[in-house]
């Protein structure tokens, strides 16, 4: 094993090997979320209430283009825990068309809730990971989100 950076060719190799395990994870923990659902909180309404419990208060625009998913279906996911209580529109004071959205109490105690039991799930995986570990695997994941950004979605 070297530090030394790969050539392209061996590069797109091994980052498509990344892209054959992010695929599976990525519908396991959906599947997990969905048959874990708590509160009422499903997978598309827990991205929203997890963007606004990091980012503050956003449109819909915003949290579409932030999570590279199409405006209808954040609108249909805001719907959704609008209707459950866990968010609200706010007038904006950028746009007077573009309503902000954020969370209600409600909405920030379920998404703390779901959280937290993620985070007891995820302490769990073994494997002696260490926080150099974690920082490459962050890396490499920015990296690889980074080169597709230019991607729409819509």
Known sequence: MTD???PPEELAVRLAEVYLLVGPLYRRVLRKVELDEMEGVGVGVRAVLDMLRLNGPMTVPQM?????????FVQRMVNDAAERG??????????????LIRLTEAGRAAIELVTAREHGLLGQVGGGLTQADVDACVKVLSSMLGAVSDVEVD
């Open 4 to 6: 030394e950076p790969l």
């Open 64 to 72: 579409g283009r932030a999570q590279a998913l199409s405006r209808q």
């Open 86 to 99: 866990l968010v609200e529109a706010v007038p904006n004071p950028a746009h007077r068309r573009s309503w």
